[in-house]
């Protein structure tokens, strides 16, 4: 049976172009591939969620500028529903403008900070009224986050962080979590090493933490054991959205499986999607 996804966070717009090089100054490149996709942490995890067979819903602010019928359109070809804390809104979406260089997969992203928009709280009685077996949080709606992590706590649904880099306001949150899934650049305050960040996230009584380092092995604290599981070797075309397509990945595989079994599984589906250009094509 599919499960049910709630994704709280970012929802953005991503143009997205492959590239021989990145330009000089004054240069114009041609690229030789591009895509244009929704964006987001906790938006391409629900994409990826929905893709292995579950429903997914994102809790984020869409709005009504015209450019936000590309990030529905793209939304719901791939089965995830929104859920708009601000669907009144008129401000245009976060944009990303992404250069992923052809030989190596590296990528290069320029954009705004995401606006200050006022969110609707009251949309969110929408959500405890659905059915929910998990639930992401990614740190860029914190106050929805904050108010759906009381509600998932209290009613005995697993929650993920997705920590691609520390948020003020998650040190709120983190006393709910019970999956803590973090990059290599997250840093809580007077954490300056792994072993830092992970004793900071322990002393928050989460029980199952876990650090990505890109090809470097995957980190994780199940309760009190440590270990490390490699990353698979491939070559990577585009390793843009990776770390959200593990996140996705997780929340599938942690229901049916336990913490580093999910963790490996996971992994896998990473580094797969590595294998190919923007944050859609390895779903084919």
Same mark, same amino acid.
């Given at each position: 049976m599919p499960?049910?996804?709630?994704f ?12 021989a ?10 690229a030789s ?7 987001g ?9 929905s893709?292995?067979?579950?429903q997914a ?5 869409v ?9 529905q359109?793209?939304l ?6 929104i ?6 809104n008129?401000?245009p979406?976060?944009?990303a ?10 990528r290069?992203?320029?954009s ?10 009251? *949309? $969110?009685? !929408?959500?405890?009224?659905?059915? +929910? #077996? ?6 860029h709606?914190?106050? /929805?986050g ?13 929650i ?17 979590v ?11 305050p ?5 072993e830092?960040v ?26 009190d054991?440590?270990? *490390? $599981?490699p !990353?698979?070797?491939?070559?990577p +075309? #585009?390793?843009m ?7 996705? /990945?997780?929340?599938?595989y ?8 999910a963790l ?18 390895w779903m084919?």
């Amino acid at each position: 049976m599919p499960k049910h996804g709630l994704f709280v966070g970012m929802v953005a717009l991503d143009l997205v172009y492959l590239s021989a090089k990145l330009p000089g100054n004054n240069q114009k490149v041609v690229a030789s591939d591009y895509t244009v996709a929704a964006g987001g942490p906790a938006t391409n995890a629900a994409v990826t969620f929905s893709y292995l067979g579950n429903q997914a819903k994102i809790l984020g602010v869409v709005g009504i500028h015209p450019i936000t019928h590309l990030i529905q359109s793209d939304l719901e070809n791939h089965r995830v529903t929104i859920a708009d804390l601000n669907s009144t809104n008129t401000q245009p979406p976060p944009i990303a403008s992404i250069i992923v260089t052809q030989a190596t997969g590296d990528r290069a992203v320029i954009s705004l900070p995401a606006p200050k928009i006022e969110i609707n709280i009251n *949309q $969110l009685p !929408v959500v405890f009224d659905s059915e +929910v #077996d998990i639930v992401l949080i990614d740190g860029h709606q914190m106050e /929805a986050g904050y108010a759906i992590a009381q509600w998932a706590k209290n009613n005995h649904i697993p929650i993920v962080i997705d920590g691609g880099s520390w948020k003020p306001g998650f040190e709120k949150i983190l006393p709910f979590v019970d999956y803590a899934i973090c990059s290599a650049n997250f840093y809580p305050p007077g954490c300056t090493s792994s072993e830092e960040v992970i004793a900071y996230l322990a002393a928050a009584q989460i029980p199952h933490i876990a650090l990505t380092q890109g090809e470097k092995p995957v980190l994780y604290f199940n309760r009190d054991a440590f270990g *490390q $599981l490699p !990353v698979p070797p491939i070559q990577p +075309v #585009d390793t843009m959205g990776a770390g959200d397509v593990f996140h996705g /990945a997780f929340c599938h595989y942690i229901i049916q499986q336990d913490f580093t079994e999910a963790l490996a599984s996971a992994t896998k589906i990473a580094a797969h999607s590595c294998q190919f250009f923007g944050t859609r094509q390895w779903m084919v």
